[in-house]
């Protein structure tokens, strides 16, 4: 099992940045994969962006160019670097783990304000 803390939502303006990072209780470094997902209100939770265990990465075409996944294996912590923030990127973000089985985290809020 792992569990999955995210933090550094927040309310920001159009065309802000926020970087939300999440902690994972292990190391990393054999997941399969880790994700940041987002689920706005009334809507299904979508795939933001994803990153695997050997750094390959995969983005959602509305947020190319402006939002990017890394990893810190050592610090067992997974990011989400968004700029150009726009008033649709609003959701709650969720950070994800795929061991064979998923994880979720308990989500953070990113609003943005036009």
């Known amino acids: 099992q792992v569990q999955l803390v995210e933090s550094g939502g927040g309310l920001v303006q159009a065309g802000g940045s926020l970087r939300l990072s999440c902690a994972a209780s292990?190391?990393?470094?054999?997941?399969?994969?880790m994700g940041w997902y987002r689920q706005a209100p009334g809507k299904q939770r979508d795939l933001v962006a994803r990153?695997?265990?050997?750094?390959?990465?995969n983005y959602a075409e509305s947020v190319k160019g402006r939002f990017t996944i890394s990893r810190d294996n050592p610090k067992n912590t997974v990011y989400l670097q968004m700029n150009s923030l726009k008033p649709e990127d609003t959701a709650v973000y969720y950070c994800?783990?795929?061991?064979?089985?998923?994880?979720w985290g308990q989500g953070t809020q990113v609003t943005v304000s036009s």
């Open positions: 994800n783990a795929d061991d064979g089985v998923y994880y």
């Open positions: 292990r190391n990393i470094f054999s997941i399969n994969s």
């Open positions: 990153i695997s265990r050997i750094g390959r990465t």
